[in-house]
């Protein structure tokens, strides 16, 4: 039998279900540096036409989902107004630390820094909850989702879950704009 990719073969999705009954949960967390308290990308089995898949979500929080949004627009903005940008690019030396940024990288930055705080404070970016399904993906089912929740965790991970595949999941609707929250800055 012909299928989409992988995340639709019977054995790999019972191995998967093996793998989640031994753990007692109801996803497995795909390993990578990028999860964190905001941003988790995880595998869980639901249905898509009648027949069992293999889920791969990656679920975000709101405010992430806004952060990005926020900076993809100031980039843009930076593109306009400065022909020769092609993003600011962080080099490590030896040791780890960051090397300084060249004074064109440096005008760039500031200058995304200043959009970045006017997009906030004008509040001209808003974003809400949303679930997209990308049924052409390499592996599975692809879900994005973002949720206005604070952090990430297995709890929200496992009432998405329950919610999704009871197909009684409610997003909310209402638009929201963050700010970006002052970090301490040691001088």
Known sequence: MQYKNDGFRPEIINALKAELKASGKNFKIVPSPDNSDEFVNFYFIGMYEGKEVIYDAAMYT??????????????????????NFKGIHYEEDENGNLKPLNSDEEEIGWFITEIIMEIEEDESVKVQEFID??????????LDVALNVEHIDEKVITKFIKEFNDDNIVLD?????????DEDVEE
Do not use: C, W
Request: aromatic letters at 12%.
């Open 62 to 83: 709101l405010r992430l989902h806004h952060s990005s949004e926020v900076y993809e627009l100031a980039e843009h903005k930076a593109a306009k107004k400065f022909p």
């Open 133 to 142: 399904e990308d049924t052409n993906h390499d592996y599975g089912i692809g």
């Open 173 to 181: 609707d209402t638009m929201y704009a963050f700010q970006s929250e």
